[in-house]
């Protein structure tokens, strides 16, 4: 079993090996967590379709198998909730991240992807493509929303792409095809952005699961409520014999030159790509009393918390912005689109296992990580050896013991009992 740990760790090593600002994901602490049960790697080459509900070529899970996406973020306090309870579970999942988001929070977004999760895009800001009068203006939103994720992240994004509301256009899928980016519509939509109460949002997943048996699951990081119901969700999951698959690229997406120069100025501020250095080897108290963030050093090789990055947030920063870019209720995108987008050539209609891609040496669906099972995490590390970040965050005075305690704790700061 250590085998099998070793190589889910090289694989999520693999992923960030070229940014060595981001360490490997801290070792899992929870003997009985949900954890990975599967590691997937799509080769995007043709710009491959995924989620039945509108792409019905790849049907790659198994049952009980789910994948878990979180769209429009990041966003303060409800991004971080989600990974405080990603973490404590030990499980991964992929975000569709908002170009202006990115940009307003960068110390977020990395927070993803330091934690190990899949970044992919979701527009610049979050217009319908389809309503757009001209491909040019939806090729902007998809492209200056992949150039400015790219910047905020400083690292591996991910060819992985999910249009707002669900829609999309025949130009805009064409030029994702050519741009080898894969696109992600859902199985299970959480219907999160109705901002039902936890219990109630966790009961109506568990419902559609149930039928279904498998499924890419739809919800949103942007939402309190979201990251308040996950602990839950995530709980019902493991008791329930779900297993966690996490997708994860063959290659990262390439940005386009014109794009990243147009967000330059959005970005004001950010360091470069593979320039961040920790505050503390660039400014260092040598007189007087050091604060804490010198003394109390995070690990070597991690970026500093967030507070602590010199990033002055761009004039677009969206703060308090998140609702405008609620997306509409996904009901009133139709379930029966036609699954147009896998071809890269319009010449022949797209069959499932048919399709020019699915006719390429491999599939492009492969599972690079074995199953990562609970009981082999728990042989590979002593009990408490690994905290989750969000532990920092509470107050000394009502130190919990174990981990649920701790997130619970995290919660009421947040969120309030
Ligand atoms: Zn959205």
Not at 325 to 342: E, H, I, Q
Request: glycine letters at 8%; hydrophobic letters at 45%.
């Amino acid at each position: 079993m250590r085998m099998v740990v070793s190589a889910a760790f090289l694989a999520a090593a693999a992923l960030f090996g070229a940014m060595p600002a981001f360490a490997a994901a801290p070792p899992c602490a929870k003997a009985d967590a949900l954890g990975v049960a599967r590691t997937v790697e799509i080769d995007t080459t043709g710009g491959p379709g995924f989620g039945l509900e509108h792409y019905k070529a790849y049907d790659f899970l198994q049952p009980k198998e789910v994948v878990l996406t979180f769209d429009d973020g990041p966003q303060k306090f409800s991004t971080e909730g989600v990974l405080a309870a990603l973490a404590a579970q030990c499980t991964k999942a992929t975000f569709f991240t908002i170009g202006k988001m990115a940009l307003g929070y960068p110390e977020i977004i990395r927070e993803v992807a330091q934690a190990g999760h899949t970044i992919g895009t979701h527009t610049w800001s979050h217009q319908a493509i389809s309503k757009l009068k001209t491909f040019d203006e939806g090729r902007d939103e998809i492209e200056r929303g992949i150039s400015a994720v790219k910047r905020a992240v400083g690292g591996p994004v991910s060819p992985f792409f999910r249009y707002p509301t669900l829609k999309d256009t025949p130009d805009s899928l064409a030029h994702l095809n050519k741009r080898n980016i894969a696109m992600f519509s859902t199985d299970i939509d959480s219907f999160d952005f109705k901002l039902q109460p936890p219990e109630a949002l966790v009961k109506g997943v568990m419902e559609k699961l149930e039928k279904k048996g498998k499924g890419i699951l739809l919800m949103h990081d942007i939402h309190k409520n979201t990251a308040k119901a996950l602990p839950l969700l995530l709980t019902q999951l493991k008791e329930k014999g779900y297993k966690v698959v996490h997708l994860t690229a063959k290659g990262e997406v390439a940005t386009l030159p014109e794009y990243d120069a147009l967000i330059e100025k959005d970005a004001k501020g950010l360091p470069q790509i593979g320039s961040e250095r920790p505050t503390a080897s660039v400014v260092r108290t040598i007189g007087g009393d050091a604060p804490a963030s010198e003394t109390n050093k995070m690990e070597s090789g991690r970026l500093e918390p967030a507070a602590a990055l010199p990033v002055a947030l761009p004039a677009a920063a969206p703060v308090g912005k998140a609702a405008e870019l609620t997306p509409p209720p996904a009901a009133a995108v139709p379930v029966a689109a036609v699954p147009v987008a896998v071809a890269p050539a319009a010449t022949a209609p797209v069959a499932p296992a048919a399709s020019p891609v699915a006719a390429q040496a491999a599939a492009p669906v492969a599972t690079v990580g074995a199953p990562v099972t609970t009981s082999s995490i728990s042989t590979e590390r002593p009990a408490g050896s690994g905290e989750p970040p969000k532990d920092e965050a509470v107050p000394a005075a009502a130190q919990p013991k174990t981990m649920t305690e701790k997130v619970q704790a995290i919660w009421e700061m947040w969120f309030g009992k």
